[in-house]
C-alpha cells in the first residue's frame, strides 16, 4: 500500500479505514492532498520512534491538508501524528474514538493540535468519544482550564464540539476566557449533552457578556445557575449588563442548560426572554439532575412562560417588525426559524 500511495501525486481526498503505519506516513508527502479521513492504529507511537534518526520518511508535511479526520483506539496515537508533522493549512479536525480509556491525558493531545497547526486557519474541531456515558465502571477523567488552554490559541474558530467521558469542569472564568479568545465563534458545545463536573456552573451575568463577546455565536450549552434570578420580583432590566440596548448581542437559535430546578419559574423565564427575545430552542438537561422529575417539571413550566413572553412581545413589536402574524398560531419555534430563513 506505501507504493500506492507514493505514486498518487495527484490525489486530494482519500477516506481508507485501515492504511497502515507506512501509507499514513506516506500521506504527509502527497502534495496535492486536502482532505484526508482515516484509522490510526493504536501501534503509530511504536512505528515512528522506531524510524531512524532525521530519517527522510519524516521530513515532508501534509502541506495542503484542510481536512483531516482520524478514527482511533487511544489518543496517545493522535499525539505521535500531531506531535511528528506539521499541518500548516489545516481548517478542520474531526476526531473519534471507538475505544478511548478514560485514563488518558487529553492534554498532551490539545497541545500537540496547537502546537502542529497554523493559529489562523483552524476553524472546526470535533472530538467524539463513542465510549462516553457507557456506565459507573468507567472512571471519568477531569478536564479543566489548564487541559483545554491550548485550544484558546485558535483564535479563528468557529466551530468546538468536545463529546468524550471526561467530565468538563466549566466555571465563568473560563467561559469568558474562551469567549474572548474566539470571537468568531458559532457553535460551542462542551459535552452538549453533559455531563459536567459537578461544580461546574455559570450565572447569568457570564452569560450576557458572553453573548456580547460572541456577535456570531448561534448554538451554546452551559450549565446555568440561576439562583441570583431565581425570586419572583426579579427585574432582569436591573442587570447592567442588559439595561444597556445599543450593544451587540448574539441571537441564539439554541441553548442547552444544565439541570436546575427554579423556585419562581417566571423569573427565569423573564430573564430568558429579555435575552433571547427571538424565541431560541432552549433545552434543559433533567437527566443529569439527582432530581430529575423535579428538574422537568420546573423546566415545562419555565418554558412555557417564556415562549408566552417572547410570543407577546412579537405581537407588540409586530408593528416595528413589519411582519405579519400568522392567523391563530401558537407560541412556538415557527417565529425564531422563520426568523433564521429571512
Not at 506539521?86 to 491525558?105: C, G, Q
Not at 448561534?218 to 442587570?239: G, Q, R
Not at 400568522?326 to 433564521?340: D, M, N, Q, T
Amino acid at each position: 500500500m506505501k507504493r500506492s500511495v507514493d505514486e498518487l501525486r495527484n490525489l486530494n481526498t482519500i477516506s481508507w479505514s485501515n492504511l497502515g503505519n507506512q501509507s499514513i506516513v506516506s500521506l504527509a508527502r502527497l502534495p496535492a492532498l486536502r482532505k484526508a479521513v482515516f484509522e490510526l492504529p493504536s501501534d503509530f507511537p511504536t512505528y515512528i520512534e522506531r524510524l531512524p534518526p532525521h530519517s527522510p520518511t519524516m521530513k515532508p508535511t501534509f502541506s495542503r491538508l484542510r481536512i483531516l479526520g482520524i478514527t482511533h483506539r487511544d489518543f496517545a496515537s493522535v499525539t505521535a501524528l500531531l506531535n511528528n508533522f506539521e499541518f500548516h493549512l489545516m481548517e478542520d479536525v474531526r476526531i473519534t474514538s471507538h475505544y478511548t480509556s478514560p485514563s488518558t491525558s487529553m492534554q498532551g493531545f490539545f497541545a500537540a493540535l496547537a502546537s502542529s497547526s497554523s493559529h489562523k486557519t483552524i476553524r472546526c474541531i470535533t472530538v467524539y468519544d463513542e465510549l462516553r456515558g457507557l456506565g459507573p465502571d468507567l472512571t471519568r477523567f477531569e478536564l479543566g482550564f489548564y487541559e483545554l488552554r491550548p485550544l484558546l490559541q485558535f483564535e479563528m474558530l468557529t466551530y468546538l464540539n468536545l463529546r468524550f467521558v471526561g467530565l468538563i469542569i466549566l466555571e465563568d472564568a473560563t467561559l469568558l476566557k474562551m469567549a474572548d479568545a474566539w470571537p468568531h465563534i458559532t457553535s460551542l458545545h462542551l459535552n452538549g449533552r453533559g455531563p459536567w463536573h459537578p461544580g461546574s456552573h455559570i450565572n447569568p451575568l457570564t452569560f450576557i457578556k458572553v453573548l456580547e463577546r460572541c456577535p456570531k455565536l448561534d448554538e451554546l450549552n452551559v450549565p446555568m445557575d440561576f439562583s441570583a434570578v431565581d425570586y419572583v420580583d426579579f427585574d432582569p432590566w436591573l442587570l447592567d449588563d442588559l439595561r444597556n440596548q445599543d450593544r451587540k448581542r448574539a441571537e441564539l437559535s439554541l441553548l442547552w442548560l444544565g439541570p436546575y430546578i427554579a423556585v419562581h419559574p417566571h423569573a427565569v423565564a423573564k430573564f430568558l426572554a429579555a435575552v433571547l427575545p427571538r424565541l431560541a430552542d432552549i433545552k434543559m438537561l433533567a437527566h443529569n439532575s439527582s432530581d430529575p422529575v423535579a428538574c422537568v417539571q420546573s423546566w415545562t413550566q419555565t418554558e412555557h412562560i417564556y415562549r408566552n413572553i417572547c410570543y407577546e412581545q412579537r405581537k407588540a413589536n409586530f408593528g416595528k417588525d413589519n411582519i405579519a402574524p400568522v392567523s391563530g398560531e401558537e407560541p412556538s419555534l415557527s417565529w425564531a426559524r422563520r426568523r433564521k430563513k429571512g
